[in-house]
């Protein structure tokens, strides 16, 4: 048996998707799976155990490289490879996970038997799939997607969070740590303050005067994480008078999971790394505004997320006047809420 997963991006939507990848391959034993993602995500499956290939599609590089006129004979002979690959099997089940236009072309070029996805027309996902069933979206996203390999008549028990995390990725860690003089033999926190959505954000000073008590108060080295150490995380460490490290723009994605597997808590917006840690198995202060956490907040047991509760919100939009739901979320709930998990601290790996 074949099956192809289509699950692209994004860094969180791939995490909601491994306890799928897991249902699959423990229902399917002898099944070479594929999975199709775009490459921003693509470290977190990588040397998987779970999965016989996986297939990286540039589409945003080839995008901007077509546009930007570098190559394009190359570009083009790329993607044909790509194309010609993901079109060598003969596959019997292909889930489309990400339910959008992108992901629908996907599952027409790859000629698989039984398409599966949801009952949505959300740009036009729907249109290429032979097998439907309906989308709770009340669910939390590892639920809703768990629903796919369930209609196969997968048994699912307890949803697994499979991670290729080796020692190199730990070592990594360990001496990306000890370069910036962090002493982990009592522990630390991990905090991530950024987002792609400006309503997720919230105020630079409060996190500074939360970090800050994180170090006087508890003794704990605070690390910064991100795409890049500028921006929000630059403006936070310069409203710091304690002192702080941050490896922000040094890890791939599995050195990250390495990395907040260690810490004792991650406070984190609601983003990509916020399911990363939660994945695992360290527990997350995650404060929310726009979004629902009962669809998308940290999963498992464990984490506290914090939100006001307000007319407006869940609003789910990128853009806000007031911003209010993050700005009403203050200092002390969040660091007695640090406070609380890091009681359990870890050690050092």
């Known amino acids: 048996m074949n099956i192809l997963i289509v699950k692209l991006s994004a860094i969180g ?6 306890p799928s990848l897991a249902a699959l391959r423990h229902c ?14 693509s470290d977190l499956l990588a040397d998987h155990p779970m999965l016989d290939r996986v297939l ?6 080839w995008v901007r490289d077509l546009r930007d006129g570098r190559d394009r004979e190359a570009v083009l002979r790329e993607i044909g490879s790509f194309l010609r690959t993901l079109r ?18 996907f599952v027409f070029l790859s000629r698989g038997k039984r398409r599966l996805g949801y009952d949505s027309l959300q740009e036009g996902s729907g249109l290429f799939l032979n097998e439907k069933i309906p989308e709770d979206m009340g669910k939390h996203a590892v639920e809703r997607y768990l629903d796919l390999p369930r209609h196969l008549g997968c048994a699912i028990s307890k949803p697994e969070f499979p991670i290729a995390l080796q020692e190199a990725h730990f070592k990594r860690v360990r001496e990306l740590l000890a370069a910036k003089a962090v002493d982990t033999t009592r522990g630390f926190v991990a905090v991530s303050p950024v987002a ?34 500028e921006g929000p995380i630059a403006r936070i460490r310069s409203l710091m008078k304690a002192p702080c490290a941050s490896a922000a723009g040094e890890t791939s ?26 994945a695992v198995g360290t527990p997350v202060v995650a404060l929310f505004g726009p979004t629902s956490p009962a669809r998308t907040g940290p ?6 997320v914090i939100r006001k509760d307000m007319d407006c919100s869940p609003c789910f939009r990128k853009a806000c006047d007031t911003l209010e739901c993050m700005k009403a979320i203050g200092i002390e709930e969040v660091f007695e809420a640090v406070k609380g998990k890091a009681e359990n601290r870890r050690g050092p790996l």
């Open 13 to 18: 939507d791939v995490i909601h998707t491994l």
């Open 28 to 41: 399917f034993p002898s099944a070479h799976i594929s999975w199709a993602v775009e490459e921003a995500a």
């Open 56 to 61: 990286v599609s540039r589409r945003k590089s």
């Open 88 to 105: 060598d099997r003969p596959y019997d089940i292909v889930i489309d996970f990400h339910g959008l236009f992108k992901s629908a072309v």
């Open 196 to 229: 792609y959505w400006e309503t997720k954000l919230w105020d630079e000073a409060k996190f500074a005067a939360v970090c800050e008590r994180i170090v006087n108060e508890l003794g704990l080295p605070v690390v910064f994480t991100g795409e890049s150490p």
């Open 253 to 278: 994605l599995r050195e990250l999971a390495a990395l907040y597997k260690q810490a004792a808590v991650l406070l984190t917006t609601d983003s990509g790394p916020m399911h990363l840690a939660a």
């Open 299 to 304: 999963y498992g047991e464990g984490h506290v």
